[in-house]
């Protein structure tokens, strides 16, 4: 156990790297179905051809249930753009390329992402029912569409190989659904640290993907009450703020 | 009653869906109600929400938080008294239209449950709007009324439901949902028959993509603008009325305005003068992020004042701010200003000239509320502003010098725009509907239409003079009566040569009527022939064109006479090919106004001087153009046998049929009449006794000869007005193509047509309302009748028809088949498909009583090719 690594940690599960193998370990008290979803979705894209890291296996480990995949050598987006920040715009770039890139594989199998985005805000108490039926009214009125959303397309999550070439992870969110929804939970996640760069990255995915921008603000209201789910106090006052909206009239 | 449904509220999906099938029960039964029923429900129902106005203000404005309450009085004041003001006396109940005459009837039906979602912004006035519209149409009605705004709409439902129920209404013909939720919405746009979506985009398109039909209206991004020549006060203060009615919250509100330079500092100064805030420096951007957060507005200052918004994006104001406007330049969407913002709250442009102006608010209106309304200040005689506006402008309603919130919802500025609640988008919207929706939008109207026969006619030249001897005695009105002063002759080379022209020119010197002769029509003319023959009538100029010979020279003729008074025309355009001659596509130009035109027939045939035909070919192309209109038909037709003595035995022979034939086509043509059967049995009956001599003896036997001449007038009189069949149809391919003349090609397949229209069971009939059932039949047995064969029956009848046919062929030389006229066996099979469609699609195929597939068609031409049995066509 010498060379084990941790990558991150967090109460329901522990990542760390042993050599070649990354082996993301879930305690005891975490769903086994959800660690085999995780994996049945991470099989899924690698199916269809999606460049990820090699699964290599679900197994007993402590008590809990651990899945296993090939480490993969390189650096993530946004520790290249640590390292080069004069180098930012390039990376923002390959980011969005990458994300219109997943946009194009069709993995059936995937949950649905916009029945996965009502179901979250259903359970969404804190917030009140007004609210709650203006946001539901709001995702039902979008586009259905059937492009893989990684769910937290985010520069940690894609790891540029020294080749060049890319493998992006963390499937656990992934589904199918509108692209502009993915594009929104980015645009949200920036927003949360950098909203400058946010900004940047909204007006360059637009532009690429040749999508108004009103397309992608409408999904704001909807990923942020989403994310209202994961209960994470810091980010409350902005995503609040971002689902008091009302519907033009 | 509570102030829930009776009984049991609707929470649930259990619940709702017991809740509609009550409703269908009532709504069955309110269907059965008459209008005088419906009316007095409709009023007491109107009634009793104006009366409770106000108490239904003060409660959607303290359960929204949003709004003015007095505003709020007006719109529910608007939905009660304008809605039964307008429809008071509409016909919504059975039949509401009708035409005796024509036959037609339009019957009104309800269309049954009516889905209604009701938005936050008007909960009150759109719920009363809606059930009355409802109420009024025999429609049950059920509301899904917002969370937010759920129990003052109710309420209006409610109050309304309450009247109508004790006016005589079925209980249950309102409902509504207690507890809304998004999946009962959903189930209730689901089940319903129609739905009448109010609110944002995202329910407006839940509500189109329910499956449902759906009268859903889309979002309003108002732009006004303020033209040089406006009354500057007029307009500013119109826009502050309008923009802080219930403190903007209106649709059709104006959400920017675009002063045209040289007024913006007056327009800035009275907005100022009338209490509105300009916005300063960092002011704007400030109440810019507070009223729009990520392109969406801000929820809670919706229907907020101007100073509590202010005081939200830390701005001061004074408390009675009526607007808070920010003087901005973009229009892109990336402008929080450039957003409806359903606030009062307005942006204002600058634009250097109207141009840029409409620029800038196409882009406004595209960008933020495609279709809805548009908003234009002007004088109202700049007619060329006003309508560049309109035209460019992609909104449904375009309201001019009006504040657009009480404008553009109709019947307060203008009277004639229909009063409405919902506001309908068009396609640029994403919407159904264009207009401003209302009652007559819940109706299916059930039109009645009886059989009508079409009117026919019976035209002809206004003088058809005849009798041996009379072309002197007729043309001498051209000079005595009309005064005519030039007179150009169209005729053909033999009969000029023989000197047929001769006694006309006598005439015509006599009178001292200058004249000049083109001699040189060949048999079927052609169009270049026509040029050269109008080349010199336009140098020569007359005022009366006289057409003597056979077809080919009236034919002409009457060609020149069109290319002389309308050197423009274009042949293809005039013989476009019709299936109603009053319904075609091309107006046939005015024919008359320089020369009047005189047609002398030289043999006993074609009927072109009584007829609206005339056929021309371009000899460089071989297009043939028959060309059909009344304005063809000549103004004087001398029918004197004198000039048809001497016709040649072949002519007598090919015309002589020929008039057979368009007699008995006539006869049994689908247009066939009373005013032209008694034509064509006449026709039928001088062919038969006289064509035989007249052939025989030739000027020997004047009398047949003189009879033979009244028959040919006589079936063109018939066909002129009844048309013909597809004896000619496949007559006219046959001549065409294996150069036969055209009464042989006729007299070779007449025969085999007649069987085949006699037909009791024909595959298809032809189309026409006076034509009830095949009964060809019956009307060859009219002809043999009338004719003396009578047989044992009808069939006996026809079959004695056919022999006397068959018999006068013989006398008169023709040949028994195509084959024996000596059309070679490998070119007739070459050209026989093609010969098929052209036949087919022949203008004359229209008439006939039997609409002929094109199969049956090449059956007959065979049949004929080889001269078999008729009574094979009999059984095609």
């Known amino acids: ?249 | 009653m509570t102030k829930k449904n009776a009984e049991t509220p609707v929470t649930t999906v259990e619940t709702l869906e017991a809740k509609l099938a009550v409703m269908r029960a009532a709504q069955r039964a309110y269907g059965q109600f008459s209008q005088e029923d419906v009316d007095r429900i409709f009023r007491a129902a109107a009634m009793a929400a104006n009366k409770a106005r106000i108490p239904l203000a003060k409660m959607a404005v303290e359960e929204t938080g949003m709004g003015v309450v007095e505003d709020k009085v007006i719109k529910n004041h608007y939905a009660a008294e304008y809605i039964y003001n307008t429809y008071r006396n509409t016909k919504t109940c059975g039949v509401i239209e009708e035409d005796a005459a024509f036959g037609i009837r339009k019957i009104a039906e309800p269309i049954g449950l009516v889905a209604a979602v009701i938005p936050t912004t008007n909960p009150t006035s759109t719920a009363i709007f809606k059930t009355l519209i409802c109420l009024k149409t025999r429609n049950a009605i059920i509301i899904s009324p917002h969370p937010r705004a759920k129990k003052s709409t109710i309420e209006a439902a409610r109050i309304v439901y309450e009247a109508a129920v004790a006016a005589g209404a079925p209980k249950d013909i309102i409902g509504w949902i207690d507890e809304p939720s998004l999946d009962l919405t959903n189930l209730v746009m689901k089940e319903a028959d129609i739905i009448l979506a109010t609110g944002g985009p995202g329910m407006v398109r839940a509500a189109y993509s329910s499956g449902k039909p759906a009268l859903g209206v889309g979002a309003g991004n108002v732009p006004a603008i303020i033209d040089s020549s406006a009354d500057v006060r007029l307009a500013v203060n119109s826009i502050i009325h309008s923009k802080t009615f219930d403190n903007g919250m209106i649709c059709a509100s104006e959400q920017s305005v675009t002063a045209l330079a040289d007024v913006y500092d007056a327009v800035r100064a009275e907005f100022e003068k009338r209490g509105c805030y300009f916005l300063k420096g960092d002011e704007i951007k400030k109440v810019g992020n507070t009223v729009i957060i990520n392109g969406s507005v801000n929820a809670k200052i919706v229907g907020q004042s101007a100073y509590k918004i202010a005081k939200l994006a830390g701005v001061d104001v004074p408390e009675r701010t009526k607007i808070l406007i920010g003087e901005v330049t973009s229009t892109d969407i990336s402008e929080p200003f450039a957003h409806e913002k359903l606030s009062p709250v307005l942006a204002m442009y600058k634009a250097k000239t109207f141009e840029q102006a409409l620029d800038m608010s196409e882009q406004l209106l595209m960008d933020g509320g495609p279709g809805h309304t548009a908003s234009l200040y002007i004088n109202p005689d700049e007619k060329e502003k006003l309508a560049a506006h309109a035209a460019r402008m992609h909104a449904c309603r375009i309201v001019v010098n009006t504040p657009s919130s009480q404008g553009g919802i109709g019947d307060i500025y203008n009277f004639r725009l229909t009063p409405s609640l919902t506001l309908g988008c068009g396609s640029w919207g994403g919407n159904s509907v264009s207009h401003n929706v209302g009652a007559l939008d819940l109706l299916n109207i059930k039109t009645v239409a009886e059989r009508r026969e079409n009117m026919l006619w019976l035209r002809l030249p206004e003088k058809v003079y005849f009798k041996r001897g009379c072309m002197p005695v007729a043309l001498d009105e051209l000079g005595t009566v009309m005064g005519k002063k030039k007179c150009f002759i169209v005729t053909d080379t033999f009969l000029y040569q023989n000197g047929y022209v001769k006694p006309i020119e006598n005439k015509l010197d006599q009178m001292g009527i200058t004249h000049a002769c083109f001699w040189d029509v060949a048999p079927d003319p052609t169009l270049q022939c026509a040029q050269e023959g109008v080349k010199q009538m336009k140098s020569f100029g007359p005022d009366v064109i006289i057409a003597l010979g056979g077809g080919s020279a009236m034919d002409a003729a009457k060609i020149m006479w069109v290319m002389y008074e309308h050197p423009d025309v274009n042949f293809d355009d005039m013989a476009m090919d019709f299936m109603d001659i009053r319904k075609r596509v091309y107006t046939f130009p005015k024919m008359g106004q320089k020369a009047y035109f005189v047609a002398i027939p030289t043999s006993s045939g074609t009927g072109s001087e009584v007829t609206p035909f005339a056929i021309i070919t371009d000899a460089t192309t071989g297009t043939k153009w028959p060309l059909a209109d009344y304005e063809l038909m000549p103004n004087m037709a001398i029918v004197d046998v004198d000039n048809m003595m001497n016709q040649p035995r072949g002519l007598t022979s090919a015309s002589g049929i020929d008039v057979m034939t368009h007699a008995l086509e006539a006869y049994v043509s689908v247009m066939a009449s009373d005013m032209t059967d008694g034509l064509a049995l006449q026709a039928t009956k001088l062919v038969f006794d006289n064509l035989p001599d007249a052939y025989n003896l030739g000027a020997k036997a004047p009398r047949a000869r003189e009879h033979m001449a009244m028959a040919s007038t006589l079936a063109g009189e018939a066909f002129a007005n009844a048309f013909l069949g597809v004896n000619h149809s496949m007559a006219h391919k046959l001549g065409a193509y294996h150069h036969i003349p055209h009464g042989v090609a006729n007299a070779l397949i007449l025969t085999y047509v007649m069987r085949y229209n006699a037909s009791e069971t024909p595959a298809k009939m032809g189309t026409f309302p006076q034509y009830e059932y095949p009964h060809a039949l019956q009307r060859y047995c009219d002809v043999a009748r009338y004719n003396g064969l009578v047989g044992k029956d009808d069939n006996e009848t026809f079959d004695m028809l056919i022999d006397k046919l068959e018999a006068l062929k013989k006398t008169i030389g023709i040949p028994a088949s195509i084959k024996d006229f000596g059309v070679k066996e490998e070119d007739f099979l070459a050209t026989l498909d093609e010969m098929t469609e052209n036949a087919f699609n022949d203008q004359c195929t229209g008439a006939n009583p039997r609409y002929p597939l094109m199969s049956e068609i090449k059956q007959l031409y065979l049949l004929a090719y080889y001269g078999k049995d008729t009574r094979e066509a009999g059984k095609i």
């Open chain 1, 1 to 249: 156990m010498a060379d084990r690594q941790i990558i991150e940690e967090k109460s329901y599960k522990t990542v760390y790297r042993e050599g070649n193998v990354i082996i993301k370990a879930f305690t005891a008290s975490h769903p086994m179905s959800g660690v085999f979803n995780e994996a049945y979705i991470h099989a899924c894209i690698l199916d269809a051809g999606v460049p990820a890291p090699k699964l290599l296996g679900v197994s007993q480990l402590d008590g809990g249930w651990a899945i296993s995949m090939e480490y993969v050598a390189g650096k993530t987006l946004s520790e290249l753009a640590q390292e080069n920040p004069d180098r930012l715009d390039e990376y923002l770039e390959r980011l969005v390329d990458i994300q219109l890139e997943t946009g194009k594989y069709r993995v059936p199998q995937l949950r649905n992402t916009r029945l996965k985005m009502e179901n979250a805000i259903k359970t969404l108490t804190d917030i009140d029912a007004s609210t709650r039926y203006e946001l539901l009214q709001r995702l039902h009125g979008m586009a259905r569409h059937t492009k893989l959303c990684h769910g937290d397309l985010v520069p940690s999550n894609i790891v540029v190989k020294e080749d060049g070439s890319y493998a992006i992870l963390d499937w656990a969110h992934a589904s199918a659904g509108n692209a502009g929804a993915d594009a929104a939970i980015t645009y949200m996640r920036f927003s949360l640290d950098n909203p400058e760069l946010a900004e940047k990255y909204l007006r360059l995915f637009c532009k690429k993907a040749d999508m108004p921008i009103q397309y992608i603000q409408t999904w704001m209201p909807i990923v942020a009450a989403f994310q209202l789910t994961k209960h994470r106090e810091s980010e409350r006052p902005l995503l609040e703020k971002w689902i008091s909206v009302a519907e033009y009239q």
